[in-house]
């Protein structure tokens, strides 16, 4: 059998790491002097070990809530005898100064600090330590790290104060004392988001050999510094920087560059227009261009052939068939080609191998690739739109749509619109259609990047998109990996009193599916977490309004789950006035039998434990349960709910019962009619995970009406279901115990008769296993 889509197993090295991570104490560490984490004495790590720990740490940091971050985690790497780092990546406020200065004795060749806000000019100087060695340098979005924290000086002891780490950095206090002199091995230089105070020419000047350099969001106040690499220069961004002639003329003199990216966010604020003559120049100068991108751009008309012209033929990338006139000159298909957010993406002959744009599914996941990480205003934009395509269209290249929008949610799990735009699109690429292409693993992924946004965002359409989405997956398998926090999550948006209606109605459904056809230590655990005070508090506030919808149904069809054979959950509910609730309802609701049928289920379930029966064995609730023996609502349902409580209850023998009225034996009787007006070949909305419940009442003799009831729910579900409850009556003994209502001179004949066509059904089914009955398909409701 083929592998489905992403279903490609961890690697050894990616398994090892991530335990050890999670159990550093077990395996690479011991607890020191006052609790700091270090490292053991026989370790040596290589840089390939030390690298992947401190990569998949970040990781786990920013994905999995599960994941304890260690506070002195990168002590562990401040000795380079012991351990060795060459390439680390950081991203967000998680990073500290303190981290660097912990590292800074390391010979780094890469550092990539992305987004680190609380990083201060403390970190320029970790950052000078690693002079010697470093070739790659990343500081896109770490503008505080050039400023001082409450005006202290750059140098700085290790022995800081630790208030001082929680001190922002003072945005009016920049760090004036810092440049790049003796960083002789940089090559490639990411300063996006370098704040504009600073002159990238000063700061940049003592750097001789790049060959690659990111000024995103940079205010130049002057171009001609560029020309210092003319002949080495093969990469540079120069996204939503203010273009101008000069800067264009600037660029042109790099006539080494490979990679040119001059694109801006959007058209609307664009002031520079490109026009044919730039184009042409750029594609003329720049001959080995092999990746370009123009995005964002105003594009003047006279780029592109008559569409006539360009109607011939099929789509091709040969650029003497390029649709934009400048592109005809190009020796070769580019690479890369940049066009979101112009009109040119949407011309027949573009001469690029990978072209971003909106004009089909290729271009938007191609820009998904390109601007997650640097820029998510872009992906943001980018995710809408494949939204529309999964939604609307058909989506054809699922699995890398999937691992993009993924990758995104992680990326920027703090960024409100990538999670609004990627949970909204998730929801459409793993419904019904898609949902045979997508391997568990896969599946999976899309669970924690659902649930990462839950935790971090309480805003309404993110909850209502994430809680959309799990509606797609089978509940609870699919979601059991991540039980605890899920059913968490989902209480925690039923905390409000007042919260959104469609929200509710989602999540309280969501909640009803987790705890049907589950283990009872998983209802047990689920219960202690708040579930049935959550539910009887929303239950409680529709009564307020008079309102009896699916928030209130699928409220007490949750109970009537986490109730089944769990009889702390059941002594919960008593304790929070379930009770008074079951009969506010019933008054206010008396023809609402979808209601009935669920409150009398869970009351059947509270009436199975002994020892809370005595709290139903009031006149008031007697007289209540007596009463619905006479429902014909939901078919025979609420009456065989109601016979079933009292069943238990009549169990107990005449001695616990202590009242006049009603009278036991007048109960008794009402049963008896109600079970002989009953059709035995009624299909049921109910499910049956153990007979245990009812098997109990079979020999005694203490009730044979509570034995009648029992053998008649046998009955009834071998005759109407028997590939079903044939096999579970067999293998719970209960032929055993329908033997012995035959022999019991108290059995009423036809509880006797009854009896043995339960037994018969089950011999038939042993004989012919292949037995089927069209009542098989039905759509079973749930046994609290």
Same mark, same amino acid.
Request: hydrophobic share 40%.
């Given at each position: 059998?083929?592998? /489905?889509?992403?279903?490609?197993?961890?690697?050894?090295?990616?398994?090892?790491?991530?335990?050890?991570?999670?159990?550093?104490?077990?395996?690479?560490?011991?607890?020191?002097?006052?609790?700091? !984490?270090?490292?053991?004495?026989?370790?040596?790590?290589?840089?390939?070990?030390?690298?992947?720990?401190?990569? &998949?740490?970040?990781?786990?940091?920013?994905?999995?809530?599960? %994941?304890?971050?260690?506070?002195? %985690?990168?002590?562990? %790497?401040?000795?380079?005898?012991?351990?060795?780092?060459?390439?680390?990546?950081?991203?967000?406020?998680?990073?500290?100064?303190?981290?660097?200065?912990?590292?800074?004795?390391?010979?780094?060749?890469?550092?990539?600090?992305?987004?680190?806000?609380?990083?201060?000019?403390?970190?320029?100087?970790?950052?000078?330590?690693?002079?010697?060695?470093?070739?790659?340098?990343?500081? %896109?979005?770490?503008?505080?790290?050039?400023?001082?924290?409450?005006?202290?000086?750059?140098?700085?002891? *290790?022995?800081?104060?630790?208030?001082?780490?929680?001190?922002?950095?003072?945005?009016?206090?920049?760090?004036?004392?810092?440049?790049?002199?003796?960083?002789?091995?940089?090559?490639?230089?990411?300063?996006?988001?370098?704040?504009?105070?600073?002159?990238?020419?000063?700061?940049?000047?003592?750097?001789?050999?790049?060959?690659?350099?990111?000024?995103?969001?940079?205010?130049?106040?002057?171009?001609?510094? @560029?020309?210092?690499?003319?002949?080495?220069?093969?990469?540079?961004?120069?996204?939503?920087?203010?273009?101008?002639?000069?800067?264009?003329?600037?660029?042109?003199?790099?006539?080494?560059?490979?990679?040119?990216?001059?694109?801006?966010?959007?058209?609307?604020?664009?002031?520079?227009?490109?026009?044919?003559?730039?184009?042409?120049?750029?594609?003329?100068?720049?001959?080995?261009?092999?990746? @370009?991108?123009?995005?964002?751009?105003?594009?003047?008309?006279?780029?592109?052939?008559?569409?006539?012209?360009?109607?011939?033929?099929?789509?091709?990338?040969?650029?003497?068939?390029?649709?934009?006139?400048?592109?005809?000159?190009?020796?070769?298909?580019?690479?890369?080609?940049? !066009?979101?957010?112009?009109?040119?993406?949407?011309?027949?002959?573009?001469? +690029?191998?990978?072209?971003?744009?909106?004009?089909?599914?290729?271009?938007?996941?191609?820009?998904?690739?390109?601007?997650?990480?640097?820029?998510?205003?872009?992906?943001?934009?980018?995710?809408?739109?494949?939204?529309?395509?999964?939604?609307?269209?058909?989506?054809?290249?699922?699995?890398?749509?999937?691992?993009?929008?993924?990758?995104?949610?992680?990326?920027?799990?703090?960024?409100?619109?990538?999670?609004?735009?990627?949970?909204?699109?998730?929801?459409?690429? &793993?419904?019904?259609?898609?949902?045979?292409?997508?391997?568990?693993?896969?599946?999976?992924?899309?669970?924690?990047?659902?649930?990462?946004?839950?935790?971090?965002?309480?805003?309404?359409?993110?909850?209502?998109?994430?809680?959309?989405? !799990?509606?797609?997956?089978?509940?609870?398998?699919?979601?059991?990996?991540?039980?605890?926090?899920?059913?968490?999550?989902?209480?925690?948006? @039923?905390?409000?009193?007042?919260?959104?209606?469609?929200?509710?109605?989602?999540?309280?459904?969501?909640?009803?599916? !987790?705890?049907?056809?589950?283990?009872?230590?998983?209802?047990?655990?689920?219960?202690?977490?708040?579930?049935?005070?959550?539910?009887?508090?929303?239950?409680?506030?529709?009564?307020?309004?008079?309102?009896?919808?699916?928030?209130? *149904?699928?409220?007490?069809?949750?109970?009537?789950?986490?109730?089944?054979?769990?009889?702390?959950?059941?002594?919960?509910?008593?304790?929070?006035?379930?009770?008074?609730?079951?009969?506010?309802?019933?008054?206010?609701?008396?023809?609402?039998?979808?209601?009935?049928?669920?409150?009398?289920?869970?009351?059947?379930?509270?009436?199975?434990? /002994?020892?809370?029966?005595?709290?139903?064995? &009031?006149?008031?609730?007697?007289?209540?349960?007596?009463?619905?023996?006479?429902?014909? +609502?939901?078919?025979?349902?609420?009456?065989?709910?109601?016979?079933?409580?009292?069943?238990?209850?009549?169990?107990?023998?005449?001695?616990?019962?202590?009242?006049?009225?009603?009278?036991?034996?007048?109960?008794?009787?009402?049963?008896?009619?109600?079970?002989?007006?009953?059709?035995?070949?009624?299909?049921?909305?109910?499910?049956?995970?153990?007979?245990?419940?009812?098997?109990?009442?079979?020999?005694?003799?203490?009730?044979?009406?509570?034995?009648?009831?029992?053998?008649? +729910?046998?009955?009834? @579900?071998?005759?109407?279901?028997?590939?079903?409850?044939?096999?579970?009556?067999? /293998?719970?003994?209960?032929?055993?115990?329908?033997?012995?209502?035959?022999?019991?001179?108290?059995?009423?004949?036809?509880?006797?008769?009854? +009896?043995?066509?339960?037994?018969?059904?089950?011999?038939?089914? /042993?004989?012919?296993?292949?037995?089927?009955?069209?009542?098989?398909?039905?759509?079973?409701?749930?046994?609290?």
């Amino acid at each position: 059998m083929a592998a /489905k889509a992403g279903d490609n197993p961890d690697s050894l090295m990616s398994l090892a790491t991530v335990f050890c991570l999670r159990n550093l104490k077990k395996t690479m560490c011991y607890q020191g002097f006052r609790n700091k !984490l270090c490292l053991r004495s026989d370790i040596f790590l290589p840089s390939e070990i030390c690298d992947k720990l401190v990569n &998949t740490y970040m990781e786990l940091v920013h994905t999995d809530s599960n %994941f304890e971050p260690e506070e002195s %985690f990168f002590q562990l %790497f401040s000795d380079p005898r012991s351990t060795r780092l060459t390439r680390v990546q950081l991203r967000e406020d998680f990073v500290r100064d303190r981290d660097l200065e912990a590292i800074k004795k390391q010979d780094l060749i890469e550092l990539h600090l992305t987004y680190c806000n609380n990083l201060s000019s403390r970190s320029l100087k970790a950052l000078s330590c690693f002079r010697d060695t470093l070739v790659s340098l990343c500081l %896109f979005g770490c503008s505080n790290i050039f400023y001082k924290k409450c005006g202290a000086p750059l140098a700085c002891n *290790e022995d800081t104060d630790e208030d001082e780490e929680e001190t922002p950095a003072s945005r009016h206090a920049l760090e004036t004392d810092f440049n790049f002199q003796g960083f002789n091995r940089l090559r490639l230089l990411n300063l996006g988001g370098m704040p504009k105070e600073l002159d990238p020419e000063t700061l940049l000047k003592p750097l001789k050999s790049l060959t690659s350099l990111d000024l995103s969001n940079v205010q130049l106040l002057g171009t001609s510094f @560029l020309t210092q690499w003319r002949d080495r220069l093969a990469s540079l961004v120069l996204y939503n920087v203010d273009l101008s002639e000069e800067l264009i003329s600037t660029v042109l003199e790099l006539v080494n560059l490979r990679h040119l990216d001059i694109s801006q966010e959007s058209r609307r604020i664009s002031k520079f227009k490109m026009t044919k003559k730039i184009l042409t120049a750029i594609v003329q100068r720049l001959v080995h261009l092999v990746s @370009l991108d123009i995005s964002g751009h105003i594009m003047l008309d006279n780029c592109t052939v008559p569409h006539f012209e360009e109607a011939m033929g099929r789509p091709s990338i040969e650029p003497c068939k390029s649709s934009i006139y400048p592109f005809q000159e190009l020796k070769r298909p580019l690479q890369f080609l940049g !066009l979101y957010d112009t009109t040119l993406c949407n011309v027949t002959h573009i001469p +690029a191998y990978k072209v971003t744009g909106s004009k089909n599914e290729d271009q938007v996941l191609n820009a998904i690739e390109a601007y997650t990480e640097f820029r998510p205003e872009l992906a943001h934009r980018a995710i809408n739109q494949l939204f529309d395509i999964a939604r609307i269209q058909h989506c054809s290249q699922l699995l890398r749509a999937l691992q993009l929008v993924i990758a995104a949610l992680k990326c920027h799990k703090y960024d409100k619109s990538i999670q609004v735009t990627g949970s909204a699109a998730l929801f459409y690429l &793993t419904n019904t259609e898609y949902r045979s292409d997508q391997s568990v693993r896969l599946r999976r992924e899309v669970i924690q990047v659902v649930l990462n946004g839950m935790e971090h965002y309480q805003e309404v359409t993110v909850q209502r998109n994430c809680c959309l989405t !799990l509606c797609n997956f089978s509940i609870p398998e699919e979601l059991e990996f991540q039980y605890s926090r899920v059913n968490q999550l989902l209480l925690k948006i @039923l905390e409000p009193a007042r919260q959104d209606e469609s929200i509710q109605r989602i999540a309280v459904h969501l909640c009803n599916a !987790l705890v049907c056809q589950v283990d009872n230590h998983h209802k047990e655990a689920v219960g202690k977490m708040g579930f049935v005070r959550t539910m009887l508090n929303l239950i409680q506030k529709k009564l307020q309004d008079r309102m009896c919808d699916q928030v209130m *149904e699928f409220s007490w069809s949750a109970l009537w789950n986490i109730t089944d054979e769990t009889p702390d959950n059941c002594q919960m509910f008593l304790n929070c006035r379930g009770m008074s609730l079951f009969l506010e309802c019933l008054q206010e609701f008396p023809d609402k039998q979808e209601l009935h049928r669920n409150m009398l289920g869970l009351l059947g379930n509270v009436a199975e434990v /002994k020892a809370l029966r005595p709290q139903l064995l &009031t006149p008031q609730f007697i007289t209540v349960f007596s009463s619905l023996l006479d429902s014909k +609502a939901d078919g025979i349902e609420v009456s065989y709910n109601a016979c079933g409580v009292l069943s238990h209850i009549m169990f107990d023998g005449p001695e616990v019962w202590k009242m006049e009225e009603p009278r036991r034996d007048m109960v008794m009787e009402k049963m008896w009619e109600a079970i002989q007006s009953w059709d035995v070949s009624s299909r049921r909305n109910i499910n049956y995970r153990s007979f245990e419940p009812i098997l109990r009442l079979l020999p005694q003799s203490i009730s044979p009406v509570s034995q009648h009831w029992a053998t008649w +729910a046998l009955y009834n @579900l071998v005759s109407v279901y028997p590939s079903k409850y044939c096999p579970l009556l067999i /293998k719970e003994g209960g032929m055993i115990l329908l033997e012995k209502v035959l022999e019991l001179e108290s059995s009423h004949p036809d509880t006797k008769d009854m +009896a043995r066509k339960v037994m018969e059904h089950c011999e038939n089914f /042993k004989e012919d296993p292949m037995e089927t009955n069209p009542g098989q398909d039905a759509n079973f409701g749930q046994r609290g």
